[in-house]
């Protein structure tokens, strides 16, 4: 059974940082891209990072690229998205998520999610 958990949500002003984590339990595979989705009040759900366990090859949505940083830790079965310069705009919960597809940014091609941890960015 796959379980995947994520800390590390909360409120900081914006210009400020915050760094998510998420940890991965089950059997996983070299193959898989792990990914941080978000999804604000009203808004369809967003990719926002993923990058692959074997390789560490990352992709990024536009509004987020030079701002977040999405990495792995293999050892520990943790995937990281460490947010810098944070913007209003970027508030929303934020959704861990595991795919069997090659860094792909489509929703539904990630077959299991974590409970999502809210980030507040206030003004």
């Known amino acids: 059974q796959v379980q995947l958990v994520e800390s590390g949500g909360g409120l900081v002003q914006a210009g400020g940082s915050l760094r998510l984590s998420c940890a991965a339990s089950?059997?996983?595979?070299?193959?898989?891209?792990m990914g941080w989705f978000r999804q604000a009040p009203g808004k369809e759900r967003e990719f926002v990072a993923g990058v692959t366990w074997s390789g560490g090859t990352s992709a990024y949505a536009d509004s987020v690229k030079g701002r977040f940083t999405i990495s792995r830790d293999n050892a520990k079965n943790t995937v990281s998205l460490q947010m810098n310069s944070l913007k209003p705009e970027d508030t929303a919960v934020y959704y861990c998520?595991?795919?069997?597809?090659?860094?792909?940014?489509?929703?539904?091609?990630?077959?299991?999610w974590g409970q999502g941890t809210q980030v507040t960015v206030s003004s």
């Open positions: 089950g059997r996983t595979f070299s193959s898989d891209t």
């Open positions: 998520a595991r795919s069997h597809y090659h860094l792909s940014k489509r929703r539904d091609d990630y077959g299991y």
